[in-house]
């Protein structure tokens, strides 16, 4: 993980979760968790997020949304 990383508590990757991401492109700012993908033995890897102004679901990965300079938890 490097410096621009945190760790994610795993209730900011739940069904419902809202995002803020601080580089919109099509004028999406905000998303909430549509989904998780899984495995069963291991940990979550990729989220479903869904954009609120256009509901167009973009699959991401953790660490992508761990990255400070990209994502806030919460809507900002």
Not at 3 to 24: H, I, N, V, Y
Not at 34 to 53: F, K, N, Y
Not at 57 to 74: C, K, M, N, P, Q
């Amino acid at each position: 993980m490097n410096s621009k990383s945190k760790a994610l508590d795993r209730s900011a990757l739940q069904r419902g979760a809202k995002w803020t991401t601080l580089q919109p492109e099509r004028r999406e700012k905000h998303f909430v968790v549509h989904s998780r993908v899984e495995r069963a033995d291991g940990p979550i890897e990729t989220v479903r997020l869904e954009a609120l102004l256009t509901k167009a679901v973009y699959e991401i990965t953790v660490s992508e949304l761990s990255d400070v300079a990209h994502w806030r938890s919460g809507w900002h």
